[in-house]
């Protein structure tokens, strides 16, 4: 099993910035995909940046230059940096862990992902 806990949600205002956290736990180790999503009431879950076992990384258009995601593979646990934060980005803030993602197109998928977080909520307000 894979514990996945994100924290750092929050409110602040447009232009601001946030860091979320997901620290992992139980059977996961660096080899894993880890990802964030999010989902804003009324609308599906979207991916928003990933990561793999190498620290290649993939972004959503919509957070790119804007958003790093990072991991420390010591501490098990996974970051996103969210620099210059608009009120789109108001959602409840996901993170996503599988061993296999089959594919560079996959990775901002959440079929792609089985191990989830309870997620963290963001507020951006103008």
């Known amino acids: 099993q894979v514990q996945l806990v994100e924290s750092g949600g929050g409110s602040v205002q447009a232009g601001g910035s946030l860091r979320l956290s997901c620290a992992a736990s139980?059977?996961?180790?660096?080899?894993?995909?880890m990802a964030w999503f999010r989902q804003a009431p009324g609308k599906e879950r979207e991916g928003v940046a990933a990561i793999d076992r190498s620290g290649t990384t993939k972004y959503a258009d919509y957070v790119k230059g804007r958003f790093t995601v990072s991991k420390d593979n010591a501490k098990n646990t996974l970051y996103l940096q969210m620099n210059s934060l608009i009120p789109e980005d108001t959602a409840m803030y996901y993170c996503?862990?599988?061993?296999?993602?089959?594919?560079?197109?996959?990775?901002?998928?959440?079929?792609?992902?089985?191990?989830w977080g309870q997620g963290t909520q963001v507020t951006v307000s103008s």
């Open positions: 996503a862990a599988d061993r296999r993602v089959s594919g560079w197109s996959l990775w901002l998928r959440a079929s792609s992902y089985n191990y």
């Open positions: 139980g059977y996961i180790d660096s080899a894993y995909y």
